[in-house]
């Protein structure tokens, strides 16, 4: 499975902003962090993944919201790139037609492979109905989708390749 634009774009509306925390705080109030790499084209679609990861209590670092970034990319936007895949706990693909054609997120899926323990990266494959996006990586990582509780959507799981049994997001 996975998780439908539509939802993505559903839960945006809910999207009030992308928490400014900084580490140490988020750590000390028990949030999960975590770098999301996406294709800056999917604004509405990580506005959305947003709000859900922090219904459940995590912090998702953006680069678009990071103020630090500089506004054309460059040297020093890798390198932050970089020390913010290394600084937060876990690294997540919101895999979608326009990160998969993106020039960055490959490399930054590479680099965070070489910095990485493999069960700290998540892989949010996405749908639009017709085409399934993040294939090429379910069997590499960890997926994020839709769990299932008597046979009810639930919530966000974390699950991996193969198996039937997720563990639910925010007890992740």
Not at 109 to 136: C, M, R, S, V
């Amino acid at each position: 499975m996975a998780i439908s634009i539509n939802d993505l774009r559903n839960a945006s509306y809910r999207f009030r902003t992308i928490r400014t925390k900084t580490l140490d705080e988020a750590r000390a109030s028990s949030f999960k962090t975590a770098f999301l790499c996406h294709s800056h084209k999917d604004q509405d679609l990580v506005k959305g993944l947003v709000t859900l990861f922090t219904e459940s209590d995590w912090q998702i670092y953006v680069d678009w919201a990071d103020e630090s970034m500089p506004e054309t990319p460059n040297r020093q936007t890798a390198g932050n790139i970089k020390q913010k895949i290394v600084d937060h706990n876990l690294f997540l693909f919101l895999a979608t037609a326009n990160s998969m054609a993106s020039r960055w997120c490959p490399w930054e899926i590479g680099y965070a492979d070489g910095k990485k323990q493999i069960d700290q990266i998540l892989i949010i494959p996405t749908t639009d109905g017709a085409k399934t996006h993040g294939n090429e990586y379910l069997d590499l990582y960890r997926k994020i989708d839709w769990g299932y509780l008597n046979q009810l959507r639930g919530d966000l799981a974390v699950w991996r390749p193969g198996e039937t049994n997720g563990i639910w997001l925010r007890n992740f």
